[in-house]
């Protein structure tokens, strides 16, 4: 797909539901009594994925579009798959499903695409076997198909070295099954959807600073859940209102959850100018819609404990940094080679080959912005974070941009270019 400069993006959006919520929700509503009932859900191919597990377990579920009804079998009512569950391209899927199959009373065998069989999984292999389960990984290299034999699990006190929101996850809810609590610590608190939803289906969970302890339910109880928009996928809005001349966008409905609102920190911090309108609470999130309008941008330093609150965002902001004047640092990220692509290496390869004056670090990278950038061949790798983050850059650049693999954004974002075209045309 190609890209061109051309006009100032103006007028408001409602942008697809948070992909990590809407994960949690059917996978929550599965193992809970009753019917939950879900709006707002994100229709795109990763969270497709986890209803298609469920449904493999016996969990009827109804995906009608615009509403999402989970008829779950309660916390001990999943059924043996007759086949190989299949995640596609979700690390989401493929760490929190492993939670709760590790305390089932049988096997399965989780899989996903070529990225996740690459993406590392003895993050959760070991608390999960530190608990008792019996998790394998089939081709002996710490990655996925996963062979999972479920067993009666022991509550642990886990320090995990990442702040890792899914290997918390997974934890948490392989402590729904363990015979006493089950606590995870982090270096620095990941986002907490999980504990806020668990807490929303009933679960008895407890939080103090960067830890979460959570005690063994006799059952979790259906719940209707209204899912906010993917403050993720608004990034890319965020960035091209700030960086596009005369643009303002209005973003409806966005999750502001403060374990995921760092980007709208470090947009202020460079000089953006981004205010929040008609704050609420929705399901247990902070949801508000956010008003973007062009600034002239200054570059900052990104590290320390906002990592985990903007760790899918840093690629636009890389590629935001190219555009303010200075230079930016960012630190602390190493957690980036390790998601749908090494995206470090994928970001500084792209926005060096549009003319950037980007050096790769050994966890980040360092941007000298102001240089005038010209398109360029992009290469996704399939990533959607990337394959967003450039067709936004290409709307900036001199000359034509070309992204290849740009189809990859159905992971995330369906409607994306469709979306981006009618601002345009505002």
């Keep these: 797909m190609k890209f061109s400069p051309g006009s100032p993006l103006r007028g408001e959006i409602t942008i697809p539901g948070d992909k990590s919520i809407s994960h949690r929700s059917v996978m929550f509503g599965s193992i809970a009594k009753g019917t939950t009932e879900i709006t707002g859900f994100l229709q795109g191919a990763d969270c497709l994925s986890t209803i298609a597990c469920f449904q493999k377990m016996g969990v009827d579920i109804e995906n009608n579009q615009d509403r999402i009804l989970v008829h779950g ?62 998790i394998q990984s089939i081709a002996d290299n710490g990655c996925a198909p996963l062979n999972i034999c479920g067993r009666q699990l022991h509550g642990i006190y886990y320090t995990s070295p990442v702040a890792s929101a899914q290997v918390k996850s997974a934890i948490l809810l392989a402590g729904l099954y363990a015979d006493s609590e089950t606590r995870v610590t982090e270096p620095c608190l990941s986002r907490n959807h999980s504990e806020l939803m668990l807490r929303h289906f009933g679960a008895d969970i407890l939080t103090e600073e960067n830890s979460a302890t959570i005690y063994p339910p006799n059952e979790l109880y259906a719940c209707p ?63 508000a819609d956010i008003l973007v309008r062009h600034s002239s941008l200054h570059g900052t330093e990104i590290g320390g404990s906002i990592i985990p609150t903007l760790i899918d965002e840093l690629p636009v902001l890389a590629m935001m940094a190219c555009f303010a004047k200075g230079e930016t640092i960012i630190r602390d990220a190493a957690e980036l080679k390790v998601k749908e692509s090494n995206r470090i290496a994928v970001m500084v390869q792209n926005l060096t080959a549009m003319g950037a004056d980007v050096t790769e670090t050994t966890d980040g990278m360092i941007i000298r912005g102001g240089k005038t950038l010209h398109g360029a061949v992009i290469d996704s790798h399939l990533d959607h974070r990337i394959a967003m983050t450039f067709a936004v850059a290409g709307l900036i650049a001199e000359r034509e941009t070309e992204v290849l693999g740009a189809e990859c954004v159905t992971i995330s974002y369906p409607n994306f270019y469709e979306d981006l075209r009618k601002l345009a045309e505002n």
Excluded: W, Y
């Design 225 to 287: 859940i209204h899912v906010p928009g993917d403050i993720s996928s608004a990034a890319f809005f965020l960035a091209a209102g700030l960086l596009i001349p005369h643009s303002e966008i209005l973003i409806r409905h966005v999750g502001i959850n403060p374990t995921r609102d760092g980007i709208l920190t470090i947009c202020r911090a460079m000089g953006g100018d981004i205010r929040l309108q008609n704050i609420q609470n929705t399901s247990g999130e902070a949801v």
């Design 73 to 134: 079998n309660g916390l001990h009512g999943l059924k043996a798959p007759q086949e190989t569950l299949d995640c596609g391209n979700s690390g989401t899927t493929t760490r929190l499903l492993s939670g709760i199959l590790a305390g089932q009373q049988f096997s399965a065998v989780l899989t996903g695409d070529a990225s996740i069989q690459k993406r590392p999984m003895k993050r959760i292999i070991d608390p999960l076997s530190q608990m008792g389960a019996s």
